[in-house]
């Protein structure tokens, strides 16, 4: 249409948080397991440590491939069964679902005869009548449910390929610490700098704030696994 010069990208479409989130938990969470497990064994034996890391990288993909499924499935599950009560309420009582419509108009500054003239024409179709109930009375647009498969898939994905980066260098025959801190901390700043694509935070800012959060994460693991390997040993 003339005069709109913008789109908006799909921000409902279930594969953006998993997918930032899993990275994000990925690479903080393999980083600090590798820490701990470093802190805590010989500092030239690599072994533990990779195994640690494919252990956790293998063991924190699924998991949060399962949890995100979980999750997703049972809030669109729960969405479609609001969305069921609501088309049963507008079978039932139509009028008075009628009106409410033209009240919550009337409540967005709608003048009174035109908020009825508007929710007169929504409610012609019973089909469309429940999508704008639904998206007007609790937020949910029927036809743009999450995918929980699209939700596990992305946070599997993305868990993987961040933790994968602590364990990088020890699988390229590293047999200390500090490529793999080299790598999680600018894979960290990386993640960190990329999320404010899509927020209102500058690049700089969001990258340090991912570094900091993360390193203190594996500076605290590396601190027990110390503690622990010190009293085991």
């Not at 993987?160 to 490529?179: D, E, I, K, N, S």
Request: hydrophobic share 50%; charged share 15%; aromatic share 8%.
């Amino acid at each position: 249409m003339s005069g709109i010069l913008h789109e908006h990208p799909d921000v409902t479409g279930g594969w953006l948080r998993p997918a930032v989130f899993g990275a994000m938990d990925g690479l903080v969470s393999n980083f600090a397991l590798i820490a701990g497990v470093v802190g805590g064994t010989a500092a030239s034996n690599s072994e533990p440590v990779v195994l640690a890391g494919l252990a956790g990288l293998a063991a924190g993909a699924f998991s949060m491939a399962a949890g995100e499924y979980t999750s997703v499935a049972s809030q669109s599950e729960f969405a479609r069964q609001q969305v069921e009560l609501e088309r049963r309420e507008i079978l039932v009582n139509g009028e008075a679902e009628e009106a409410e419509l033209a009240a919550m108009y009337v409540g967005k500054g709608v003048d009174l005869g035109v908020a009825r003239q508007m929710a007169e024409q929504v409610h012609r179709d019973v089909d469309n009548a429940v999508r704008v109930h639904a998206r007007e009375e609790f937020g949910v647009d029927p036809d743009a449910l999450a995918s929980p498969i699209v939700a596990a898939a992305s946070s599997f994905v993305a868990f993987a390929v961040g933790a994968f980066l602590p364990v990088l260098p020890y699988l390229l025959g590293a047999t200390r610490m500090w490529p793999a801190v080299v790598l999680s901390l600018l894979g960290l700043f990386g993640c960190g700098a990329l999320v404010t694509r899509v927020t209102d935070r500058s690049w700089w800012y969001g990258g340090l704030r991912q570094l900091a959060l993360g390193g203190a994460a594996a500076a605290l693991t590396y601190g027990v696994g110390s503690a622990v390997g010190a009293g085991l040993s």
